[in-house]
């Protein structure tokens, strides 16, 4: 691990003149903490392995080496590809990416250029014509251009891979091997992760030459400049009533609210807007120009409010966001960090509100794990959620007779707290109390006079073979008693009336239904 102590400034880390001057325009006077320690090892041409939070300066960390690079060494002759190439999960921080490299190299010459997803082709195509220094790329729509052979990547001097943990996440191991594979072996490898877990941990290992590992997130995975409020809410309905308060409150400003789903997002943007609120959707089935357009608008101040999905948790930056609101919790504890990244940057202090119901207190357990921060209860006045049942370890919400639902007078399943809980309250099986007796636990023939079981007594009630009056053995008739159609064929008279089902003894056999309907199946009948 390296280890920066003491106060340190961008002049002492060997920054080229031009470099300095756009850092110092930017009104960067002081490294983070990831920038002191990376820049550095970067400089110098070693392959770095850092983890660091989100919102920390990482993306200044491998754009200013790089550009150093460039301005320092002479392109190959042969080499017609680009000489640093870097690789992001998502569109949105590819373009971050990128405006952070202009800004960074506004006093030098450089060749830029992207190579995203959602962008027409020909923009590309027409880049990819000329010599690039610099290409800030999505691995999906670069492995198109390879497999097309349109982009030679042999001249590759700088591979960087930004929320290279992000980029695990969303599958894209194979692909960025594969372009990995494409580079030369002798490039410098630039690997920033906001969590090095064990897959981040072996692909670090597969890319990488004896790389400087540096970690500066430690448990602080939460800057300080946000502060982090809960909110319970009863369900959806109180949920939305939470969000159409925060929204109009005196403090907000410039926020975006984070849910699940696509379908949602565009739902609640729609409801917002019908409400009075400049809202907009932002998620993954959007051209790239109108995500663009709706993050520029927000900029601007046309809007103030995105309503997302977490394609938009990295690669947001917007230095006057006031707010993030988790209407929806996300599945992962990291991406919490992520998502309420978006605020509180370049020293600036920001508020997120993440709203949960009980159905969610598995999320809120493992967000507070993970952040190693207990979550700070808030009530807004006036919406303040219905009392929650008390909790006993060992049984179901106290104050429910026996743990059971509500009218089941205390004989609910889980036997627990008090009220003559379970089939037997919270007596043991098999005991019972004085003069309880359980079905069957009587002694044989401890029974009332009369009182017999079915089936304890002979047949009848009376000796074998005693009848009653009118009680005969089956076949038993008198001489000339018949039943109903067991008279002989051919003794009713004509015209008489036939029971079902009889027939004379020339009549034909009965048919099925298909037969009389007709040969052909059910199927080919056509309706009268």
């Not at 001489?479 to 009549?507: I, L, M």
Request: proline share 6%; glycine share 12%; net charge positive.
């Amino acid at each position: 691990m390296v280890d920066v102590t003491g106060s340190v400034s961008f002049s002492d880390l060997g920054l080229l003149p031009h470099l300095l001057k756009a850092v110092e325009e930017l009104g960067f006077t002081t490294p983070t903490p990831i920038q002191q320690q990376a820049l550095p090892a970067a400089l110098t041409g070693r392959d770095v392995v850092a983890s660091a939070n989100t919102g920390t300066g990482k993306t200044a960390a491998f754009v200013l080496p790089s550009l150093q690079r460039i301005a320092t060494t002479a392109r190959a002759e042969a080499a017609w590809g680009p000489r640093v190439l870097v690789l992001t999960p998502t569109r949105e921080l590819a373009s971050q990416v990128l405006e952070s490299v202009r800004n960074l190299s506004k006093f030098g010459r450089i060749q830029t250029g992207t190579i995203l997803g959602g962008m027409p082709y020909r923009q590309q195509l027409e880049m990819l014509r000329r010599r690039v220094d610099l290409i800030v790329a999505t691995p999906g729509r670069l492995m198109d251009h390879m497999e097309r052979g349109r982009l030679d990547l042999s001249g590759v001097e700088v591979l960087v891979l930004d929320e290279a943990d992000r980029m695990l996440d969303m599958g894209f191991r194979e692909a960025v091997e594969f372009i990995a594979a494409a580079c030369p072996a002798e490039r410098q490898t630039l690997l920033f992760t906001a969590t090095l877990d064990r897959t981040a941990e072996r692909l670090a290992q597969t890319l990488t030459r004896d790389p400087v590992r540096i970690d500066v997130a430690g448990k602080a995975v939460v800057t300080a400049q946000v502060e982090q409020r809960w909110l319970r809410a009863d369900g959806l309905e109180h949920k939305h009533r939470l969000l159409e308060t925060l929204l109009g409150g005196e403090e907000f400003g410039k926020g975006i609210v984070f849910i699940a789903t696509k379908l949602d997002a565009d739902r609640l943007a729609d409801t917002l807007s019908e409400k009075g609120h400049k809202a907009m959707p932002l998620h993954g089935d959007m051209q790239q120009r109108d995500r663009n357009r709706v993050v520029q608008w927000l900029r601007d101040g046309r809007i103030n409010v995105i309503v997302a999905t977490d394609v938009a948790a990295r690669g947001i930056d917007i230095a006057d966001l006031t707010h993030v609101i988790n209407f929806d919790l996300p599945k992962q504890a990291e991406d919490y960090v992520h998502r309420i990244g978006r605020t509180g940057r370049a020293g600036a202090s920001g508020v997120s509100y993440s709203l949960f119901t009980r159905m969610e207190w598995r999320q809120v357990r493992a967000i507070e794990a993970y952040t190693n921060k207990a979550a700070d209860m808030h009530v807004l006045p006036g919406l303040e959620p219905m009392p929650e049942p008390e909790r006993r370890p060992g049984g179901f919400n106290k104050g429910r007779p026996g743990g059971g639902k509500p009218g089941f007078k205390g004989r609910g399943f889980g036997g627990g707290n008090g009220g003559g809980g379970g089939y037997r309250g919270n007596r043991p099986w098999g005991e019972r109390r004085d003069g309880e007796r359980s079905f069957g636990d009587r002694p044989f023939g401890d029974r009332p006079q009369g009182d017999r079981p079915h089936g304890d007594r002979p047949h009848a009630d009376r000796p074998h073979g005693e009848r009653s009056f009118g009680d005969r053995p089956h076949g038993d008739r008198p001489q000339g008693e018949r039943f109903r159609n067991d008279r002989p064929r051919g003794d009713r008279p004509h015209g008489e009336h036939r029971p079902h089902g009889e027939r004379g003894h020339s009549e034909r056999p009965a048919r099925s239904f298909r037969q009389d309907a007709g040969s052909a199946p059910m199927s080919r009948r056509r309706p009268a």
